[in-house]
């Protein structure tokens, strides 16, 4: 019997809402600790495009002072 027969004579509260529910309670740690990683990763690349970011423009900073003061 596949779900989808099942499924089908529940009224739509149970089908809408009842299992979603049921589905956040028994899998909402899981989803919890995936949503954690993700935001916690995506927070690290910002963090290393920043810096990588900042790194490139110091240096091209430098590279271009000291070139001009070497013209002397």
């Given at each position: 019997?596949?779900?989808?027969?099942?499924?089908?004579?529940?009224?739509?509260?149970?089908?809408?809402i009842?299992?979603?529910?049921?589905?956040?309670?028994?899998f909402?740690?899981?989803?919890?600790?995936?949503?954690t990683?993700?935001?916690?990763?995506?927070?690290?690349?910002?963090?290393?495009?920043?810096?990588?970011?900042?790194?490139?423009?110091?240096?091209?900073?430098?590279?271009?002072?000291?070139?001009?003061?070497?013209?002397?």
């Amino acid at each position: 019997m596949a779900v989808r027969e099942m499924v089908t004579g529940l009224p739509w509260w149970v089908k809408w809402i009842a299992i979603p529910v049921i589905a956040v309670v028994v899998f909402g740690g899981l989803i919890m600790s995936v949503l954690t990683f993700l935001v916690g990763l995506l927070f690290k690349v910002l963090i290393f495009v920043a810096l990588v970011g900042g790194l490139i423009y110091v240096v091209r900073k430098f590279m271009s002072s000291s070139s001009s003061r070497g013209d002397w």
